[in-house]
């Protein structure tokens, strides 16, 4: 091939006019990110009309556009890709965090009561290990929310300004998944004990709990969903770096708490420790190894993304 | 500034550079070329990935596009950074012949 012989096409494309390819390559332009798509949409697209239809070159365009949204490259303005990095970093916390939310709600519904709240108590071990759990999820729920409110309200700015209901549906999906599970909860109190046989308060215990978790899932995704869609002043992402790491240490403390208060107790008060109090009368150790297990994976998710958030240069 | 990111001479990375030495080719030209001398088409997101690697690491540069076609030209940088690249691998396969040849005696 002559070096003019690119420019003036290279050898004859094969041409695949049809309906079906044009909504293929519809649908594949859709699936890149509205930065990458505003570089190289316009090209690309002719690419793909020209490439013959595969199995294959789908699922190529499928990895590709994976790898678009999860490693954001090319010249589509420095700056807003930098933002990009940053906000999908801070996602990643997020999302991170409200996982680590639910292994810490269930270690609070464990130690709540008999006999740990008393051995908090009167152990000072084992006390302060529980002080500190306290203390580090007030210290990350009020960095979430410090990070997070300036960045939904300004999500919501924009979406009531362009008329976009559907980002403004996404970001009413956590307060109308509490205010359904809180009238659950509050149902299923008021019902009191009955009926009182034990399968049936197993099945309504996990229902409040997967209904939770539920919720839980389907606020994370809306609101990653709205953030990802909303095109917001980037500054609000970059002033929230700082509370995302502050969030992820908050988290890497307490489960290191976690972790303190499950040895203190099994020093100070063994009984208790090898005991059946966990979540629904099961093994009190292996309860407190999962919460455990899922505060670990999710502070190893939150600490490098939040570093990752810091460390990107935005000029 | 960033190198391709495998040193193989399968790497997209490496083909298109090495298909851009010849002038400037947009991304359907690209792929016909590389098929050529590379031994393989290369899928279309896997050659527009790439592209937008190079150009972030300033190997190419997209020049004036003709209808939707975009070509596309090997910059300064790229240019050194393929010579680097046909240095390293021919090292490797002068090393593996030599090692070859005397396996073979």
Known sequence: ?315 | MQRPTRSTARDPGLLILASLSAGPRHGYAMVEDIARFGGGRLGPGTLYGAIARLEEAGLIAAVDAVDRRRPYRLTAEGLRTLAKEIDALELVVSTARDRLAQAAR
């Open chain 1, 1 to 315: 091939m002559t070096p003019g012989e690119g420019l003036r096409g290279g050898t004859e494309p094969r041409l695949h006019g049809t309906e079906t390819r044009r909504g293929w390559v519809r649908l594949a332009l859709r699936l890149y990110p509205a930065a990458w798509r505003d570089r190289y949409g316009d090209e690309f697209g002719a690419l793909l009309e020209e490439t013959p239809m595969s199995v294959s070159a789908v699922f190529d365009v499928l990895v590709a556009a994976v790898d678009a949204h999860l490693h954001p490259s090319g010249p589509h303005r420095s700056w807003p890709l930098m933002i990009e990095r940053i906000r999908r970093s801070e996602l990643a916390v997020f999302a991170s965090w409200v996982v680590f939310v639910v292994a810490g709600l269930a270690f609070q519904r464990m130690t709540e009561g008999d006999p740990f709240a008393p051995i908090a108590s009167s152990q000072t071990a084992v006390g302060v290990s529980y002080a500190v759990i306290v203390a580090g999820a007030v210290v990350s729920l009020a960095a979430v929310t410090i990070a997070g409110v300036p960045i939904a309200l300004a999500i919501a700015r924009a979406g009531i300004r362009l008329r976009s209901w559907r980002q403004l549906a996404l970001l009413a999906v956590p307060p109308i998944a509490l205010a359904a599970w809180m009238g659950l909860t509050l149902y299923l109190v008021s019902r009191g004990d009955q009926p009182a046989d034990e399968p049936w308060r197993l099945v309504t215990f996990l229902g409040w709990v997967g209904s939770f978790i539920v919720a839980a899932i389907a606020s994370t995704v809306a609101v990653g969903a709205a953030a990802l869609a909303a095109e917001i002043d980037g500054s609000l992402y970059r002033r929230a770096a700082l509370p995302a790491m502050i969030t992820a240490v908050a988290m890497g403390v307490v489960a290191l708490a976690v972790t303190a208060w499950g040895i203190a107790l099994a020093f100070e008060s063994p009984s208790a420790f090898w005991s059946s109090d966990g979540i629904l009368g099961s093994s009190t150790p292996l309860t407190w190894l999962g919460i455990l297990l899922v505060m670990a994976l999710a502070t190893a998710v939150a600490v490098p993304s939040a570093v990752g958030a810091r460390r990107t240069p935005t000029s």
